[in-house]
């Protein structure tokens, strides 16, 4: 006989996030679902939307890190319905999965009973055991319910909005994780870096700017943290309310397209050229004693980039390390202040430990309306002209 567990029950074998889309979005999932072949542009929305949420799922859910390399769409419901479907995304063995549901609701339902089912996952030392035992999630309009690849899941919803064949759309996927060993082809580290910062573009002259933070987006990332912060606990020793908040990530999907649309003129200033907006990321919330060690941007996805100092509890500021063309510089950033730099040519770190409680930031990513760079390009394009030394093929384990 299946159960659901007690309301207050800790469970971490799924998250939920809410509101994905905005108005202009839901007008633009309506007309696809009367005319699904028109574009694939929602389908891009949709995609965009999940990726922009993969760090703070994969942190909730308790998961360690490890590459993605896609999201597939398993089935797309665009009808009313009173059917249960069950949701398989164990891929292939070796791969790393994340599974999903999204629900959006095209007209204001009149009565709609829509959850997902996250059972328990089967015992390893007996595959062939039956698991009844599930938590019921309701799947609150215009949100996502984000789970572990161990788990059955089953979908159940009925909606009734006077015979509407289309109130609803349903997308259920997972985010693929690249597989524990892949054979691909790579150059070392230090080789690749020389070659993104000779092959790709570059916008400015120096590669950053330090610029204060648009007052609107300042106040709405605050109200945000001093709404979370306020029942933390502060101890005897003194804590602040910021360094009292437990987790290392702040959800704040809901204000998603608001940051993006705040900034995103901001950014295209600074790179002189027409941008999209690829993800939000944070708040993040960084410990004593953490250093962020040197790295670039993802390829097509962090071409312009910005990092938002949204609060701070220091003894001594906090400087991050940039470097491009053999150039460095050390830059600090003060609360309320933003570091815009093109961080697929442009190194950053902050290699010296964090001397205080806390630092708050928030990161967002454009890339250029066309941008046809990938590693690939950048080794085809090297192998043309001779510089790409020491390109093989070999067996390459991601980072967990």
Same mark, same amino acid.
């Given at each position: 006989?299946?159960?659901?567990?007690? !309301?207050?029950?800790?469970?971490?074998?799924?998250?939920?996030?809410?509101?994905?889309?905005?108005?202009?979005?839901? %007008?633009?999932?309506?007309?696809?679902?009367? #005319?699904?072949?028109?574009?694939? !542009?929602?389908?891009?929305?949709?995609?965009?939307?999940?990726?922009?949420?993969?760090?703070?799922?994969?942190?909730?859910?308790?998961?360690?890190?490890?590459?993605?390399?896609?999201?597939?769409?398993?089935?797309?419901?665009?009808?009313?319905?009173?059917?249960?479907?069950?949701?398989?995304?164990?891929?292939?063995?070796?791969?790393?999965?994340?599974?999903?549901?999204?629900?959006?609701?095209?007209?204001?339902?009149?009565?709609?009973?829509?959850?997902?089912?996250?059972?328990?996952?089967?015992?390893?030392?007996?595959?062939?055991?039956?698991?009844?035992?599930?938590?019921?999630?309701?799947? #609150?309009?215009?949100?996502?319910?984000?789970?572990?690849?161990?788990?059955?899941?089953?979908?159940?919803?009925?909606?009734?909005?006077?015979?509407?064949?289309?109130?609803?759309? +349903?997308?259920?996927?997972?985010?693929?994780?690249?597989?524990?060993?892949?054979?691909?082809?790579?150059?070392?580290?230090?080789?690749?870096?020389?070659?993104?910062?000779?092959?790709?573009?570059?916008?400015?002259?120096?590669?950053?700017?330090?610029?204060?933070?648009?007052?609107?987006?300042?106040?709405?990332?605050?109200?945000?943290?001093?709404?979370?912060?306020?029942?933390?606990?502060?101890?005897?020793?003194?804590?602040?309310?910021?360094?009292?908040?437990?987790?290392?990530?702040?959800?704040?999907?809901?204000?998603?397209?608001?940051?993006?649309?705040?900034?995103?003129?901001?950014?295209?200033?600074?790179?002189?050229?027409?941008? +999209?907006? %690829?993800? +939000?990321?944070?708040?993040?919330?960084?410990?004593?004693?953490?250093?962020?060690?040197?790295?670039?941007?993802?390829?097509?996805?962090?071409?312009?980039?910005?990092?938002?100092?949204?609060?701070?509890?220091?003894?001594?500021?906090?400087?991050?390390?940039? #470097?491009?063309?053999?150039?460095?510089?050390?830059?600090?950033?003060?609360?309320?202040?933003?570091?815009?730099? #093109?961080?697929?040519?442009?190194?950053?770190?902050?290699?010296?430990?964090?001397?205080?409680?806390?630092?708050?930031?928030?990161?967002?990513?454009?890339?250029?309306?066309?941008?046809?760079?990938?590693?690939?390009?950048?080794?085809?394009?090297?192998?043309?002209?001779?510089?790409?030394?020491?390109?093989?093929?070999? %067996?390459?384990?991601?980072?967990?």
């Amino acid at each position: 006989m299946s159960s659901t567990r007690e !309301a207050d029950e800790v469970d971490s074998s799924f998250v939920q996030c809410n509101v994905l889309f905005d108005g202009d979005d839901i %007008e633009l999932l309506q007309g696809w679902s009367e #005319e699904p072949d028109r574009n694939d !542009a929602p389908l891009a929305l949709i995609e965009g939307r999940v990726r922009g949420l993969i760090g703070f799922v994969r942190r909730e859910l308790g998961l360690a890190h490890f590459a993605i390399t896609g999201l597939e769409l398993a089935a797309v419901i665009t009808s009313s319905t009173d059917k249960t479907h069950e949701i398989e995304i164990a891929g292939p063995e070796g791969s790393r999965r994340i599974g999903f549901v999204v629900s959006v609701a095209l007209q204001e339902p009149v009565a709609s009973v829509v959850s997902v089912r996250v059972f328990d996952p089967i015992d390893d030392d007996d595959p062939s055991e039956t698991v009844d035992s599930f938590i019921e999630v309701p799947l #609150e309009n215009n949100s996502a319910v984000f789970f572990k690849s161990d788990r059955h899941v089953e979908f159940r919803g009925v909606d009734t909005v006077n015979d509407e064949t289309a109130s609803r759309i +349903v997308i259920m996927g997972s985010i693929i994780g690249e597989p524990v060993v892949a054979d691909r082809v790579r150059v070392v580290a230090d080789q690749f870096a020389v070659l993104r910062q000779r092959y790709l573009p570059k916008f400015t002259d120096s590669g950053f700017e330090v610029r204060a933070t648009p007052e609107a987006v300042q106040r709405l990332l605050e109200s945000v943290l001093e709404i979370r912060s306020a029942s933390a606990v502060v101890d005897a020793s003194g804590r602040s309310d910021l360094a009292a908040l437990s987790d290392d990530a702040v959800d704040i999907s809901a204000f998603r397209n608001d940051i993006l649309r705040g900034l995103r003129i901001v950014h295209e200033k600074f790179a002189g050229v027409q941008l +999209v907006a %690829e993800q +939000v990321v944070g708040l993040q919330i960084f410990s004593s004693g953490e250093r962020i060690p040197s790295h670039f941007g993802r390829l097509g996805i962090d071409v312009i980039t910005s990092v938002i100092q949204v609060a701070e509890d220091v003894d001594e500021p906090w400087p991050f390390v940039l #470097e491009r063309d053999g150039r460095t510089d050390d830059v600090y950033l003060g609360v309320g202040q933003m570091l815009l730099l #093109e961080s697929s040519t442009v190194s950053r770190a902050r290699p010296i430990p964090l001397n205080g409680r806390s630092v708050i930031t928030l990161m967002t990513s454009f890339r250029p309306l066309d941008w046809p760079w990938s590693e690939d390009a950048i080794i085809d394009r090297a192998r043309v002209d001779g510089l790409a030394i020491g390109v093989d093929r070999r %067996e390459v384990r991601p980072t967990i």
